[in-house]
């Protein structure tokens, strides 16, 4: 009986299936996504940024995300520091880590950028602005999130599950504030 061990078929997938760096047909077609979207936020821009500028914890939280931990932090100035983290992610039997340098700056802006064996691009930005209704315990979310696997079947994977992925993220940060901070501010 032949036994397969998940992470070694999955490493030789993505060596397998990683393209080379010439053109080939599946390099014609681009993988890349982008997905730009806005929310007007029931908690203070200080009690979202909080909570997602605290990698640590995303694994406690997000969908489908295994691991989160701060490696390292570099603090730039009182409003601005760098940390190198590593995440996790699983799927229906996939699991892989990655490496992601993060900026975090106060009071609105996370922005995550990652570029390895896993993905030739990933960066993800979070905007977090007063909402203008004047009311300070409303904010505005503006994410945007662009990415591009070398390998074709997790590009193919990801696609299908895409829009719905990054509504489930952003939901899952509203969900956390809930959590930590109670109900949200009613949204007029």
Known sequence: ???????????????????????????????????????????????????????????????????????????????????????????????????????????GLVRADVSDDLFKNLSAEWKITPHSDSSSSHCDLNFHLEYEFYSVVYSQLASVFFDDMNMMIIDAFERRCNTLYGPPASII
Do not use: W
């Not at 694994?59 to 100035?77: A, D, G, M, R, W």
């Open 1 to 107: 009986m032949v036994q397969f061990n998940l992470t070694n078929v999955t490493s030789a997938l993505k060596s397998v299936l990683k393209p080379p760096h010439c053109r080939t047909f599946f390099n014609v077609l681009s993988s890349k996504k982008t997905y730009d979207g806005h929310k007007v936020i029931g908690y203070t821009q200080k009690q979202l940024y909080d909570v997602v500028s605290n990698i640590d914890e995303y694994k406690n939280f997000i969908p489908y995300c295994t691991n989160s931990e701060v490696l390292k932090i570099q603090e730039i100035s009182n409003r601005e520091k760098k940390l190198t983290a590593v995440l996790g992610v699983g799927f229906n039997g996939i699991s892989e880590t990655y490496i992601s340098d993060v900026t975090c700056e106060k009071p």
